[in-house]
């Protein structure tokens, strides 16, 4: 397995090296959603790549080793010496339609030897827990199945997502590797400190939730927020809610919106009726812990090839000047000779914690590592 990194500039230059692995399969391309010429990086890449798929995908900040980058492309290239993939460019125009587009890729990805998926989806019209619901259903296998929704500097209004394409809106790409060659490791923490006692959710809609306790759900949360309620739906990102199993494991859930109309909040996942939640809060060194956690889950995740980290935009936001350090935290126990790629996005695709069964998550810090043996 060869990989090769290449980060293109505003300017429509190359920042550090010219791409040179011209027999690469597969290039993942993380891209800052206001970085200008766009079409001509295509063409370039195009040349540059012959013989790989190009997939792109828009960011809240791109991640290029211990560096977090703005309107830029970081591309990476990816070779594969022993393991076969099959890529599946999924298109949706409708949220309703997230748990059809899982089950389209779990049916164009189906084999025997299919070992794992990475999916890049779009992140703002994707429901992400019924896309992934949809593809968990219909594998006739356990499969290992991580990445991520793209992400658009925080805005949550239109995110792009390409196959062999300047990036758009509606587009979900999944790569799907086969064989007995190939080991993906994966890890996802938050971090996240829990306060106040586990209520239940009485009333919801998918990923708006209305009651909890049968009380109005944004009149408890302010009654917590305190002062930081005059600085919603800001201050929301400080004080996640976090969806509790009946395992013990954990869903983070950020909210994106509030309506003081109708005493709701929508948060970017869904919370269903009867599940038991609490409130959460941001401690700076807790959340740069997580990222080590993540890092350490299991044995695959030491001295891979490639590792992909995903990101949340809410914790970038949070950690503010210090959100390298999560960087650094993964690096330092992974390792250096790592070559790390990735993004920062509106939602993070993963297992759960000791578990086959995938996931959507926000806040945390998910990695996706890969090596040919």
Not at 143 to 155: F, H
Not at 239 to 248: Q, V
Request: with cysteine; charged share 20%; aromatic share 8%.
């Amino acid at each position: 397995m060869k990989v090769e990194q290449c980060i293109w500039t505003a300017d429509g230059q190359w920042s550090n090296v010219s791409p040179a692995l011209d027999s690469a399969q597969l290039v993942f391309i993380f891209i800052g959603i206001d970085l200008k010429n766009q079409d001509q990086l295509l063409v370039t890449l195009r040349d540059h790549y012959p013989h790989g798929t190009l997939i792109f995908c828009s960011t809240a900040g791109e991640i290029a080793g211990d560096k977090i980058l703005d309107e830029s492309a970081v591309c990476t290239a990816i070779h594969f010496e022993k393991t076969t993939i099959k890529i599946h460019r999924q298109i949706i125009t409708d949220s309703a339609d997230s748990a059809l587009c899982g089950q389209n890729i779990a049916d164009a990805l189906a084999g025997p030897d299919l070992k794992s998926i990475f999916i890049l989806s779009e992140g703002t019209l994707t429901n992400g827990d019924f896309l992934i619901q949809g593809v968990n259903e219909h594998l006739q296998q356990p499969v290992l199945i991580t990445g991520g929704l793209a992400g658009d500097a925080g805005r949550f209004t239109q995110t792009f997502v390409g196959v062999n394409e300047m990036p758009q809106p509606g587009i979900i790409a999944a790569v799907g590797f086969y064989g007995n060659h190939i080991e993906i490791g994966h890890g996802s923490q938050g971090g996240w400190t829990e306060f106040g006692p586990i209520r239940t959710v009485t009333s919801s809609d998918k990923n708006v939730l209305y009651t909890l306790d049968n009380t109005n759900a944004l009149e408890l949360y302010k009654r917590y927020l305190g002062e930081r309620a005059e600085e919603l739906p800001g201050s929301a990102l400080l004080f996640p809610l976090c969806i509790i199993n009946d395992d013990g494991t954990q869903l983070v859930r950020t909210i994106l919106n509030i309506d003081e109309k109708t005493g709701s909040m929508t948060f970017a996942g869904n919370l269903p009726q009867g599940s038991k939640v609490q409130f959460m809060m941001a401690n700076f060194d807790h959340l740069i812990e997580g990222a080590e956690m993540a890092a350490a889950e299991n044995d695959a995740l030491k001295n891979p090839s490639l590792a992909i980290l995903i990101s949340c935009v809410g914790r970038r936001i949070v950690l503010g000047q210090r959100t390298e350090e999560e960087l650094d935290a993964v690096i330092e126990r992974i390792g250096e000779e790592t070559t790390y790629c990735g993004f920062y996005s509106n939602g993070e695709i993963s297992p759960l914690k000791d578990s086959t069964t995938c996931a959507l998550h926000n806040q945390t810090m998910t990695i996706t590592t890969f090596k040919e043996f």
